[in-house]
Structure formats: structure tokens, C-alpha cells
């Protein structure tokens, strides 16, 4: 009986040997490999839920527990400062110019709202300093203007020249400024050009 018993053993043994040499390796790395996936699988979607509780319930106490009182009203955040700074007269003259390419000019209304950017006269051509702005000028501003109006001199209303201007910087001008801060004329920089 015993045996029996060791050759029972025996042939189960050699079964199982046989079973596995006929089942390609790969497909036991393959399902033990499913079989982890799916374990870990189960375990995170266990764990994500006691997560998501845990943050539902904290996330109720801090705002059950504080007591702030009235938040600050909101605010406009403060613009950055304009490098611009305008003109004065010296004493005894009526207005301080400055020299700058004029575009981007667009109708509002009764005014033409024009974007400047500011040159430095010098020797030779004239150099950029970085600084742009816009102005909003009546349509009736005066402009005295040669080559925009065709060789010949001749004082043209802003609000003629808007075409001309709504492109990009191609025309300088000596912007003129009272003591007040206030335009009251653009030139023509035509002799920057000859």
C-alpha cells in the first residue's frame, strides 16, 4: 500500500513536469504577469476610493472649521507704469516736441487714437528708445505734412491722414506739446527722409 501511495505520488509528480513542459514558459510569465496587473488593479482602485474620501472629509473640516471673516474686495491689478513721459516747454517757448514714428491709426468717434513710438534725433538716422504709447487726438488735430500730401507742403487734418497711418511705423513726426501736456500739432519729419 505504501507502495501504491509513492507511485501515485510519483506519476502526479511527472504529470505536473509534463504539464509544464508543454505549456511554453512564455505563457505562464504572461498569465502571472496578468494576474499581478490585476492585483494591483484592485488594490488602487481600493485605495483611490479611501482617498477620495479622506479628501472630501478634510477638505469639509477646513472650510467648516476657519472662520476668516469678510474677504478684501478684489481689485484691479495696478498697470505697469508708462516709460512715457511727456514733453514740457522750456521757459519761454510755447511747446516741447517729441520725435517718433506715428501708426496703428484708428477712427473713435470724433477722435483718431495712434500708437507712437519714440525716436532719439541724433547724428545720422534717428535711433528707437524703446518707448511707445498712444495718444487719442481730436480728428481736427492739425498736421502739417509734405510727403503725405503729395510733395507739397500743406496743413491736413489727422482725420485725412488715417489711412495713410493705420499701417505700420513708416512716418515720423515731431509731436508738439503745450504746457499743459496737451498736442497741438504734428509735423512731418520730412527732412529726416532727405
Given at each position: 500500500?505504501?507502495?501504491?501511495?509513492?507511485?501515485?505520488?510519483?506519476?502526479?509528480?511527472?504529470?505536473?513536469?509534463?504539464r509544464l513542459r508543454a505549456v511554453p514558459l512564455g505563457a505562464e510569465r504572461i498569465r502571472a504577469h496578468g494576474?499581478?496587473?490585476?492585483?494591483?488593479?484592485?488594490?488602487?482602485?481600493?485605495?483611490?476610493?479611501?482617498?477620495?474620501?479622506?479628501?472630501?472629509?478634510?477638505?469639509?473640516?477646513?472650510?467648516?472649521?476657519?472662520?476668516?471673516?469678510?474677504?478684501?474686495?478684489?481689485?484691479?491689478?495696478?498697470?505697469?507704469?508708462?516709460?512715457?513721459?511727456?514733453?514740457?516747454?522750456?521757459?519761454?517757448?510755447e511747446y516741447a516736441s517729441e520725435l517718433g514714428y506715428v501708426h496703428?491709426?484708428?477712427?473713435?468717434?470724433?477722435?483718431?487714437?495712434?500708437?507712437?513710438?519714440?525716436?532719439?534725433?541724433?547724428?545720422?538716422?534717428?535711433?528707437?528708445?524703446?518707448?511707445?504709447?498712444?495718444?487719442?487726438?481730436?480728428?481736427?488735430?492739425?498736421?502739417?505734412?509734405?510727403?503725405?500730401?503729395?510733395?507739397?507742403?500743406?496743413?491736413?487734418?489727422?482725420?485725412?491722414?488715417?489711412?495713410?497711418?493705420?499701417?505700420?511705423?513708416?512716418?515720423?513726426?515731431?509731436?508738439?506739446?503745450?504746457?499743459?501736456?496737451?498736442?497741438?500739432?504734428?509735423?512731418?519729419?520730412?527732412?529726416?527722409?532727405?
Amino acid at each position: 500500500m505504501a507502495d501504491q501511495t509513492e507511485l501515485q505520488d510519483h506519476l502526479a509528480d511527472l504529470a505536473e513536469s509534463g504539464r509544464l513542459r508543454a505549456v511554453p514558459l512564455g505563457a505562464e510569465r504572461i498569465r502571472a504577469h496578468g494576474e499581478r496587473r490585476r492585483r494591483r488593479r484592485r488594490a488602487a482602485r481600493a485605495g483611490g476610493g479611501a482617498l477620495l474620501v479622506a479628501a472630501l472629509a478634510l477638505g469639509g473640516l477646513s472650510l467648516a472649521g476657519t472662520d476668516r471673516g469678510p474677504e478684501p474686495p478684489a481689485t484691479d491689478p495696478t498697470p505697469t507704469p508708462s516709460m512715457f513721459v511727456r514733453p514740457t516747454p522750456a521757459p519761454g517757448q510755447e511747446y516741447a516736441s517729441e520725435l517718433g514714428y506715428v501708426h496703428g491709426a484708428v477712427v473713435e468717434g470724433d477722435a483718431v487714437r495712434i500708437t507712437v513710438e519714440q525716436l532719439r534725433a541724433g547724428e545720422g538716422a534717428p535711433t528707437a528708445t524703446g518707448v511707445v504709447h498712444t495718444l487719442t487726438l481730436p480728428r481736427r488735430t492739425l498736421v502739417e505734412a509734405r510727403q503725405l500730401a503729395g510733395g507739397e507742403p500743406a496743413d491736413l487734418e489727422l482725420g485725412e491722414l488715417v489711412d495713410q497711418l493705420a499701417g505700420g511705423p513708416r512716418w515720423v513726426f515731431a509731436i508738439d506739446y503745450d504746457g499743459e501736456g496737451r498736442v497741438g500739432s504734428l509735423r512731418e519729419a520730412f527732412w529726416l527722409a532727405e
